[in-house]
């Protein structure tokens, strides 16, 4: 009702995601003590929970606040605005970064190069999200954007000699954004010749596993701000081949029907 505060309006609820992911760290670890947000209940979830409860509430037009980032389809499908972060800690624009274990190169130089050398744009990352959402399985979606895109995808394999099903592991977290640019790499070293394990763990297992081995590479590392910590907690224990994307974007999202401007709106 107009006489409840902004925190009464939003239940003093922010809907997360999985606990580990970058987003959910600089929540709950800066975000509430920077702007006082310490009576706020920052629910763990999953990325597919979020958008989820994003949904059901955008249909009926209540009140939500989640963890929010860029590129996302989510932003195609509602209305929706990120509050201003006047603090900047959810830092500015970042880089996604691939990640390789030590020692790729030298086992499987092939992969290598062609991780070294992926690299695309934030319109591309979304075409490829959308048609997952629109119900097209990852796989399926990867296939379909790369032959839309031979001329770009062509960059990636340049250069790079075919290998007879050498085995490759990747990394990746159910977030959206990760799921899609995962299984384009994955169709793209598949193309090459790989044969690919894509295995889904949760933030910290993901870069635990690359450091110790276990994995071979990952797509989604999100620096300098998201994942700092995991990046400090493993330097010298894996490889960073450098952004593959540029432009991404973190913070907190609420419908555009929602009438708050401001990270520090939700103090009142
Ligand atoms: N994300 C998507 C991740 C990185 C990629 C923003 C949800 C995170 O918060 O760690």
Known sequence: SETSSVGEQFDHTIVGIDPGAGIMNLTINEVVPEYGLEDWNIVEGSGAAMTAALKRAYDN???I??????????????????????????GGAEDVHTIARQGLQEDHPEGYQLLDQFNWGPEHLETVMNLIQE??????????????????????TEGVNEVDGEELTLLYVAWDDVIASSHVVEYA??????DVDLVQVDAGPMWAGIASGSGDAMVGAWLPTTHADYYAEYEGQFEDLGSNLTGTKLGLVVPAYMDVESIEDLVE
């Open 61 to 63: 037009e209540e009140p």
């Open 65 to 90: 606040i989640v963890t929010g980032w860029s590129p996302h389809w989510k932003f195609a499908a509602f209305d929706l605005k990120y509050l201003d972060d006047p603090k900047g800690v959810y």
């Open 135 to 156: 119900g097209q399985n990852p796989s399926d979606a990867a296939a379909q954007w790369a032959s839309e895109n031979e001329e770009l995808v062509s960059t990636w």
């Open 189 to 194: 070293l598949e193309s090459i010749g790989f």
